[in-house]
């Protein structure tokens, strides 16, 4: 009898445990994910003091058709991105996997260059290359003498240049990461079968490439579902679902506001929901240690040289905005006007940075800012994951969909929720009016960045054996000792790796700031977009410098120290 | 079904010697064995044999044919991986008609030859399964179905019973040989095992460093090893220094641990000149133990004795200090004691005297 009584109290008591961290976690996922979703919602279902679907109605069928054109032109673009990107990713990963040419590592490495470009500045160097008066312009028309430029990065075209250039990259690392899992005996054994080379490519090599193609189709739509910075800069008179909401904002017009996050979050999060049941539903990994797939050596001179030269004019291409970026961060305002090329270069931007607070300012509030915000990712990204790797309960999965939502939610939408959830003195605002302040950014960008500190530590903690915790407790230490002693190190790389993660995606934050800043918080990119507007192009560029700066720093020390793989940090 | 040839073969990547001047002949119908420790050379050669890897020199036949340089999915080999590379994505069917489907053979003569070839496994009713489905001798049968459903000329297993745990791996041991038995197919096996080897092969090829060492069937292998290497890499034996004293009609005399012996010339690899140190090799179950001193005969103090169940393996000290090793049946077991004084002999005909030592790998 004992016995048994005291089996329950432990296991009620191991329950306890549980609850008691759940509690902070389930506080902050339904106070600052759920309850501001709600509220959107809320606004969008309220007209004129009636409930209804009313605005739905117009949306869908309104005399101007507006929205339902930004709906569609979103879609369309979001389609084309992914064919685009599919079209460059796909290939080059297959030749750097397949073949081995002088440079190839030089190549690989430049190919996931434009990963290190925050989405502002992406697409700003576009447009100082290829923009109306960009550098490449100039110098087509310079070179065949023309009156007017020849082209200009806008609409369509534009957008869907920029969405290429930083998404080919989802598909590059996805398919790369699943051709190394790939075990070449596979391939090797339906030749021996008698089957050639394009068989195989059709029959075996492809369909094993098939999730990792839909996963990253998913992945490059709903970025592009998503994408604010490129139509912001460059759609024209184009209409696109997320720039909408930003407009419906400015014009005052809330409750239109609502309706288009509503619209957008339902897209988002049936793409969310869908790739988390095909990641679930088949997977082949099938490689083991000691396989290595093998590089053909290209032996053909003419081949060979060619792969080279593509190559090198592919670092071009990849590299030209960073270059671009340094090379302008070098010249003073003012200086850079109807020449074709900039003529005069000094260190002023930079020294600037030293001298005007009104300078550094931006800075500060970013560094300042996003620090908070990966604080707080970090503190509730280590007790997340541990939950939902190491503890059973019921609504695991729901808790899973919450924690993923934030970053699924474009940055568009979720800046809305928190306007209409912390407009008004809330709750979870703990009585204040949050919108206006210095906190809702931190909060903003905090909220963001969850998964990306959950996904690595939840990798991290299911890589761990349950025996280690337990041995642990078996040695006399408490759970609090054990998990500090004995799991926390263990899981630290990954979670380090996550928070720098979090903090450099911050620091480079546009979308959502762009709703939600103050004149007392502005970060470095609403900086960078006065700078634009001033036509000092310098001093936006020398911002865009630092930011690389800190991406690369960052990357290059969890590559190294930390042992992130590039792959895993989609 | 086909024999298979190679003349002067070598197999060089970038500054490491795959495979160095192969010269082999496997016949007709035949069980071959490719032995050797890792990285000696066995998949190497197996895969020039299938197409994946191009030989540096030489050429190789397939029957009359020379497949030197016949790109792999024309060559109508058979083979299983050591992984046995499944397709993830097919079901049993697909994967056993694969071969079959890129030969474009038709719909129900391909339903027929699965059919039957799953029944020869084993593995009716398997059909439509997926792969991730089955047990690792199950995924085993389905490789094998795979590689023989196109009636390849020739078989090749590149380790196919490693990833198998100990019971399954003596089952699927004789399937093999059955399966073989039933089609008659020339099939070439590499294994690192020795026992593998022995029981399984028609004849086999000893591999060290890229190089063959040397072929035969497993009793010449085991009872007439060539050198050092295959001696103690096939089964196990006592290896000794020995000086050369004298040469006598069929037979040479050497001096090793202090005791005189015999070796017929027969057993003796290279000139055997006098004076010269060579290497006096006796498998632990040909050594005899005798109570007095006589010709072969060496005085042993024992140092362990290690009681089998169906054998005793007993450790003895020469005076000189050389470690022997012996192992009687059980029902020769005389009640021997650990530190008693005892002598062996080493029979004239079960000696070897080789050149070399022979590096342990
Ligand atoms: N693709 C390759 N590139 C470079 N060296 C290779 C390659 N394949 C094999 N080698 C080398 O050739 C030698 C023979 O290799 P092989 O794979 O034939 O050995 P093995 O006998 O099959 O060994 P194991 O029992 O470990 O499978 C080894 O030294 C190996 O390192
Ligand atoms: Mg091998």
């Known amino acids: 009898m004992r016995r048994k009584a005291e089996i329950v109290l432990r296991h009620v008591w191991r329950n306890r445990t549980t609850w008691i961290l759940l509690l902070p976690v389930l506080f902050v996922l339904i106070g600052y994910v759920l309850y501001p979703t709600w509220q959107t919602f809320v606004n969008s279902i309220r007209f004129n003091g009636h409930w209804g679907f009313e605005l739905y109605r117009r949306f869908f069928t309104g005399d101007s058709l507006s929205n339902l054109e930004a709906l569609w032109n979103s879609v369309y673009l979001s389609l084309l991105s992914v064919i685009f990107s599919a079209l460059i990713g796909v290939p080059l990963a297959l030749i750097f996997h397949r073949y081995d040419f002088p440079g190839r590592r030089l190549f690989q490495m430049a190919a996931v260059m434009p990963m290190v470009l925050p989405s502002l500045v992406g697409v700003m160097s576009f447009l100082f290359l290829y923009g109306e008066s960009g550098l490449v312009t100039r110098t087509v028309q310079h070179l065949l003498g023309l009156s007017t430029p020849p082209f200009t990065l806008s609409g369509v075209p534009g957008i869907l240049l920029v969405h290429t250039y930083t998404m080919y990259v989802y598909f590059y690392l996805t398919v790369s990461s699943a051709l190394q899992g790939l075990n070449p005996s596979v391939e090797e054994a339906a030749v021996n079968l008698g089957a050639g080379p394009w068989t195989v490519f059709r029959k075996i090599t492809l369909p094993l490439l098939t999730p990792s193609l839909i996963a990253a189709s998913l992945l490059v739509f709903m970025t592009s579902m998503a994408s604010f910075s490129a139509p912001f800069l460059l759609a024209g008179g184009y209409r696109v679902l997320s720039l909408q909401i930003y407009f419906s904002k400015l014009n005052g017009d809330m409750q239109m506001a609502a309706v288009q996050s509503v619209i957008l979050s339902v897209v988002s999060i049936s793409f969310l929901l869908f790739m988390r049941w095909h990641q679930g539903r088949r997977d082949y990994h099938i490689s083991e240690k000691g396989v290595s797939g093998w590089r053909r050596e290209v032996r053909n001179p003419y081949v060979k040289w060619m792969l080279v030269f593509l190559g090198i004019l592919m670092v071009a291409v990849l590299l030209l905005p960073h270059f671009t970026l340094i090379l302008l961060s070098f010249v003073p305002e003012g200086t850079w006007t109807y020449q074709t090329y900039p003529t005069e270069f000094s260190l002023e931007n930079y020294i600037l940075l030293m001298k005007d607070p009104s300078i550094w300012e931006p800075i500060r509030n970013s560094l300042w800012m996003a620090a908070l915000a990966t604080a707080g990712n970090l503190l509730f990204g280590v007790l997340t994951a541990y939950l939902l790797v190491k503890r059973k309960f019921r609504g695991k999965n729901l808790l899973d969909i919450l924690v993923m939502l934030p970053w699924a939610l474009p940055a568009t939408v979720v800046a809305m929720n928190l306007i209409f959830a912390f407009n008004v003195p809330a709750f979870f605002g703990f009585g204040h009016v949050l919108v206006g302040t210095f906190w809702i950014l931190p909060l903003a960008y905090f909220i963001r960045h969850i998964p990306l500190v959950v996904r690595p530590t939840s990798a991290a903690f299911a890589q761990l054996d349950d025996s280690l915790e337990e041995a642990a407790r078996n040695l006399g230490a408490g759970w609090f000792t054990a998990f500090r002693r004995v799991i926390l190190p263990l899981v630290l790389p990954g979670m380090m790796a996550g928070a720098l993660l979090a903090f450099v995606t911050a620091v480079g934050e546009f979308v959502s700031s762009v709703l939600l800043y103050t004149i007392d918080n502005r970060p470095i990119s609403i900086e960078i977009m006065n700078q634009l507007r001033m036509f000092n192009l310098g001093q936006a560029s020398a911002y865009a410098v630092y930011q690389i700066l800190l991406i690369a720093l960052v990357m290059f020390v969890s590559n190294r120290f930390l042992g992130v793989k590039m792959q895993n940090t989609l | ?361």
């Open chain 2, 1 to 361: 079904m086909s024999s298979v040839r190679f003349e002067a073969i070598t197999k060089r990547f970038q500054d490491v010697i795959g495979v160095a001047n192969l010269n082999l002949e496997i016949r007709n119908g035949e069980f071959f064995t490719l032995l050797g420790p890792s990285g000696c050379g066995k998949t190497t050669t197996l895969r020039m044999i299938a197409g994946f890897t191009f030989p540096s020199e030489g050429r190789i036949f397939l029957g009359e044919r020379e497949i030197t340089s016949v790109p792999p999915h024309k060559r109508n080999t058979g083979m299983v991986f050591q992984n046995y590379a499944l397709f993830p994505h097919m079901t049993v069917m697909e994967n056993v008609a694969f071969g079959l489907t890129v030969r474009k053979l038709s719909k129900p003569e391909r339903t027929k030859r699965v059919k039957d070839i799953l029944q020869r496994v084993r593995l009716e009713g398997f059909e439509d399964r997926k792969i991730s489905e089955l047990s690792g001798g199950q995924q085993q049968r389905v490789a094998l179905a795979r590689a023989l459903v196109i009636r390849p000329s020739i078989l090749l297993l590149d380790e196919p019973l490693s990833n198998l745990d100990a019971r399954l791996r003596e089952e699927m041991r004789s399937e093999i040989l059955a399966l073989h038995r039933s089609f008659g197919i020339t099939t070439v096996y590499v294994t690192h095992d020795q026992t593998e080897a022995l029981t399984m092969s028609d004849r086999i090829a000893v591999f060290q460093r890229g190089t063959c060492q040397q072929v035969g069937t497993p009793e010449e292998i085991y009872q007439s090893p060539k050198n050092a290497f295959v001696a103690s890499f096939v089964g196990e034996t006592n290896l000794l220094p020995a000086t050369v004293l004298k040469r006598e009609g069929d037979s040479v005399l050497v001096c090793a641990a202090s005791a005189l012996f015999e070796v017929p010339v027969t057993a003796v690899e290279g000139e055997a000149a006098v004076g010269e140190t060579m290497w006096l090799s006796i498998r632990p179950e040909a050594v005899e133990i005798v109570t007095g001193p006589g010709s072969n005969t060496i005085s042993v103090t024992t140092e362990l004795i290690q009681f089998m169940g169906f054998s005793i393996h007993c450790t003895a000290k020469a005076e000189d200090g050389t470690r022997l090793r012996s192992l009687i049946l059980n029902h020769r077991f005389q009640g021997m004691k650990e530190g008693e004084a005892l002598f062996f002999h080493f029979p004239a005909e079960r000696l070897r005297l080789f050149a070399q030592r022979g590096e342990e790998e």
